[in-house]
């Protein structure tokens, strides 16, 4: 679906986020991250879980997270937590501006793509993929229950970190 080296099924989109994303804090030392405020609570659970530093920035405000990325040691390890579709408001991400301070900061992206999966981009893979962005992107999460009409939900991303969440999640173990 997202043309990754592997993925991983979890029994739902809100255990895929929480051990991922805690996981994530285990397996890449030192790691902050970078979310927005708006995210969806499996997001901020698996953020706060993990007990890794953090920041909070302004809801999609490129101006505040590009602050935080500035503050930040160049090679600290960082991930960049958003979603594409915020359902709550009906606003999509600045997918393209995430991507470009990502790699101008040295950020590792993380995209929750539930709101879109299924219903956007080619063969339902998101609004990342429909606007050509997909491939900027390291971490993709989504659910299978919504659009797809099943249970679960995933993350995909290259093999080496599958491998390491798969090994490491207790929340996939």
Request: proline share 2%; with cysteine.
């Amino acid at each position: 679906l997202h043309k990754r080296d592997a993925a991983l099924v979890f029994t739902s989109g809100y255990v895929s986020n929480d051990a991922t994303l805690m996981t994530l804090a285990k397996i890449i030392p030192n790691l902050v991250f970078l979310s927005d405020e708006l995210n969806h609570a499996s997001m901020i659970s698996g953020i706060r879980n993990s007990r890794a530093q953090k920041y909070v920035y302004r809801h999609l405000d490129m101006h505040h997270l590009e602050e935080i990325l500035q503050s930040l040691d160049i090679n600290q390890p960082k991930i960049i937590a958003f979603e594409s579709a915020y359902s709550m408001d009906g606003l999509i991400s600045p997918i393209e501006k995430i991507c470009e301070l990502a790699k101008k900061y040295n950020a590792m992206t993380y995209i929750d793509e539930v709101h879109s999966v299924g219903l956007y981009g080619e063969r339902g893979a998101g609004i990342a993929n429909m606007l050509g962005f997909e491939d900027q992107i390291d971490i993709i999460q989504g659910t299978l229950a919504k659009a797809f009409g099943v249970i679960g939900g995933y993350v995909a991303a290259s093999a080496e970190i599958i491998d390491a969440i798969r090994l490491t999640a207790s929340g996939f173990i």
